[in-house]
């Protein structure tokens, strides 16, 4: 019977999955079999926490993340949960020795949206480590499989994958942020949230740069997720481009999306870039 609680937790974090992020589902049903649900329970839990800090309007948020992190190290010693996210997560963790700093360092960042409105650059550098670079080094632990050597050569990639999503993620996000959350994270805007088009280019040219070198890093993942983390880097490359095409005030105005059937679309392109791509590498070796 552990086993139908086993499967029926992992369940329920590919569930969460599929109704809050239909590209990165996507992504992850890429994968070989054998990847997919640790990567499931992955993103259970971080978007779990991240609903807490950014739906659970009405609701004292910070007793509740104190009791997630709580329960999310209990799980982690225990080895069990009667939270069936937490519970497939912690099974990861221990099977992939996920360092608990990087949680914390996760969890860190989601008490930062308790209470900032706007951040200053070292304040920026450590949300966006907690709440992106260390859950791309999450997912890479999956990936490596416990191979130390690997995981190291692959840890720098993955944390300029994660940052370059957030950047994007950062300047989609601008109106829901001020108007819903009362926050913004973009570097050099006051308490008024004041941005000029100067700033969002810069951010944009970090984010670019960060996409360059995380292609890198991707071309030497597994073979068995390559396609899955392009695809999620191609979903994310086609919203920038948007997004760089789009005034301040008309992200201040609306939420930029990638559509569903260009979503499908990009699939077969990733499909098809990612093999010309293998091509190029092995040939350039």
Same mark, same amino acid.
């Given at each position: 019977?552990?086993?139908?609680?086993?499967?029926?937790?992992?369940?329920?974090?590919?569930?969460?999955?599929?109704?809050?992020?239909?590209?990165?589902?996507?992504?992850?049903?890429?994968?070989?079999?054998?990847?997919?649900?640790?990567?499931?329970?992955?993103?259970?839990?971080?978007?779990?926490?991240?609903?807490?800090?950014?739906?659970?309007?009405?609701?004292?948020?910070?007793?509740?993340?104190?009791?997630?992190?709580?329960?999310?190290?209990?799980?982690?010693?225990?080895?069990?949960?009667?939270?069936?996210?937490?519970?497939?997560?912690?099974?990861?963790?221990?099977?992939?020795?996920?360092?608990?700093?990087?949680?914390?360092?996760?969890?860190?960042?989601?008490?930062?949206?308790?209470?900032?409105?706007?951040?200053?650059?070292?304040?920026?550098? *450590?949300?966006?480590?907690?709440? +992106?670079?260390?859950? #791309?080094?999450?997912?890479? %632990? @999956?990936?490596?499989?416990? /191979? =130390?050597?690997?995981? *190291?050569?692959?840890?720098?990639? +993955?944390?300029?994958? #994660?940052?370059?999503?957030? %950047? @994007?993620?950062?300047?989609? /996000? =601008?109106?829901?942020?001020?108007?819903?959350?009362?926050?913004?994270?973009?570097? #050099?805007?006051?308490?008024?949230?004041?941005?000029?088009?100067?700033?969002?280019?810069?951010?944009?040219?970090?984010?670019?740069?960060?996409?360059?070198?995380?292609?890198?890093?991707?071309?030497?993942?597994?073979?068995?997720?390559?396609?899955?983390?392009?695809?999620?880097?191609?979903?994310?490359?086609?919203?920038?481009?948007?997004?760089?095409?789009?005034?301040?005030?008309?992200?201040?105005?609306?939420?930029?999306?990638?559509?569903?059937?260009?979503?499908?679309?990009?699939?077969?392109?990733?499909?098809?870039?990612?093999?010309?791509?293998?091509?190029?590498?092995?040939?350039?070796?």
């Amino acid at each position: 019977m552990m086993e139908l609680y086993n499967r029926s937790s992992f369940s329920i974090s590919k569930l969460i999955t599929d109704n809050y992020s239909t590209s990165f589902s996507l992504g992850i049903k890429s994968f070989d079999s054998k990847y997919r649900d640790p990567i499931f329970a992955i993103y259970g839990f971080v978007r779990l926490a991240d609903e807490i800090v950014d739906t659970f309007h009405g609701y004292d948020k910070e007793a509740i993340l104190n009791k997630f992190k709580a329960d999310t190290l209990e799980a982690i010693d225990l080895g069990i949960s009667t939270n069936p996210i937490l519970h497939s997560f912690q099974q990861i963790v221990n099977k992939y020795n996920i360092d608990k700093d990087l949680i914390l360092e996760f969890l860190k960042s989601m008490e930062m949206d308790l209470t900032n409105s706007y951040y200053h650059k070292k304040q920026y550098d *450590e949300y966006i480590y907690g709440s +992106a670079e260390s859950v #791309g080094l999450m997912c890479l %632990k @999956v990936f490596t499989n416990n /191979d =130390i050597e690997k995981y *190291e050569q692959l840890a720098p990639f +993955a944390k300029k994958l #994660g940052s370059a999503f957030q %950047k @994007v993620n950062f300047l989609r /996000d =601008i109106k829901s942020d001020i108007e819903e959350r009362g926050r913004i994270y973009l570097p #050099g805007v006051d308490k008024e949230f004041k941005m000029n088009e100067e700033s969002k280019q810069s951010l944009e040219k970090e984010a670019e740069n960060e996409f360059r070198i995380a292609l890198v890093g991707i071309m030497k993942l597994p073979k068995e997720v390559r396609l899955g983390v392009y695809l999620a880097y191609i979903y994310y490359q086609s919203l920038f481009q948007k997004i760089k095409l789009s005034p301040l005030k008309v992200l201040r105005e609306r939420r930029v999306r990638v559509s569903n059937f260009k979503k499908s679309w990009l699939f077969i392109k990733s499909f098809v870039e990612i093999k010309l791509l293998e091509f190029e590498y092995v040939y350039s070796d």
